[in-house]
């Protein structure tokens, strides 16, 4: 995460993008967002929901130039982590290695979180949760 990084890494994007607001919306969602953290702790939302909420409305304000959705996992990462909770281990091949396996279902799941409907992406969290992943583990060097 913190090896060769871009020379922009950590700015905010000063230019529109295919996927994400204008730029000059990013600081703005970002409060919003901050303060709807706030609330969700006395929801009756599941962790795992907010943190699937988190990573989509991250990903959404898309704010760097690229890198958007491996900061908003490691956010949604450190959201669960804070609060006990298993992180979500997505199966990753590095920035300059081939595509993740898990991308045609994360894709259409953002295109459903657009529409309103988190459950794939819930889904997907769940799935690759620590202690599904370690559970899965088990399993497969028992036989």
Known sequence: MFGQVWVWAGNFRTFDVTIGIPPEQVQIEFHKLF?????WQESDMTILEQAATLHYRAVKIHPFQN????????LAN???????HPITRWPETGLAGNESPVRPEYIPALKEAD???LKPLIDLHERYSATAVNHTETESDET
């Open 78 to 84: 450190i959201w669960l982590r804070q609060r006990g």
């Open 115 to 117: 529409k309103h409907n």
């Open 67 to 74: 890198g958007n959705g491996r900061w908003a996992r490691l």
């Open 35 to 39: 303060a709807d953290i706030h609330h």
